[in-house]
């Protein structure tokens, strides 16, 4: 008669992995360090500012036993970007995964838009991932490995009347992470894209509520995302279930834009 020892291993999908997020004090971003951090990975996230909703943040990730640490930051500055980076780098390590969320909108129609708008907009949602990403690439090249992973939107895929300027940086991110899967794949780097949909964050809240519903109407799902649902695709990306996914585009939408 043969025995059978059954050994169950209880690994974190990200243990041991260290993850940069940008703009994490909130929202979307703010979902996806406490997702990974739940999952083993140490969190480096940046903000504007540190405020004290930022420090009861780093005490909560510190709860699931991992390492945290904010960084005030503004991202879409070059130099910053990359002395952070360095910073980070010496502090943790090594950096196995990079979030750029960090994001702002300035809606208006294109005949009333200011190059101010235009600017700022593209500046913070996609200048500040070229600047991390042209920081973060080279340290994981040097670990023959790294997830990099872009925030963009469907309106980046699809458009959107009055956010020319939003959709134009959200499709500039798409881009961008399918020349970096392109190139930096022989590298081990893989980089990828999630597109949310209609999601229950601050900046959606602050519609007025006809304007949410009429939303709602469009997703075949009949609800908002939430933040954790997009954080969930996140996860999969950073994690070694997608190693062999790069250059892609997740919509996370209820069906919205398929």
Sequence with gaps: MQCWTLIVFDMKLLEGKV?????????????????FASEGADIAFTGRKMTEA????????????????AYASDASDYNLAHELVKEIHA??????????????????????????????VLSVNLKSAFNYIHACTPIMARQKGGS?????????????????????????????????????????????????????????????????EEWKKQIPLRREGTPEDVANVALFLASDLSCYVSGQVINCCGGMNC
């Excluded at 993850?19 to 997702?35: E, P, S, V, Y």
């Excluded at 009861?56 to 699931?64: D, G, K, N, Q, S």
């Excluded at 959107?160 to 392109?182: E, T, V």
Aim: neutral net charge; charged residues 20%.
């Design 19 to 35: 993850a940069l997020i940008t703009g994490a004090t909130r929202g979307i971003g703010k979902a996806i360090a406490f997702k």
């Design 54 to 69: 930022v420090e009861e943040t780093v005490r909560l990730i510190e709860a699931y036993g991992v390492k945290v640490k």
């Design 91 to 120: 502090e943790f390590g090594h950096i196995d995964i990079l979030v750029n969320n960090a994001g702002i909108t300035k809606d208006g129609l294109m005949m009333r838009m200011s190059e101010e708008q235009w600017d700022e």
């Design 148 to 212: 990099i992973i872009n925030m963009s939107s469907v309106v980046g895929v699809s458009g959107n009347a009055g956010q020319c300027n939003y959709a134009a940086s959200k499709a500039g991110l798409i881009g961008l992470a399918k020349s970096i899967a392109k190139e930096m794949g022989p590298r081990g780097i893989r980089a990828n894209c999630i597109a949310p949909g209609f999601i229950d964050t601050d900046m959606t809240c602050a519609l007025p509520e006809n304007v949410r």
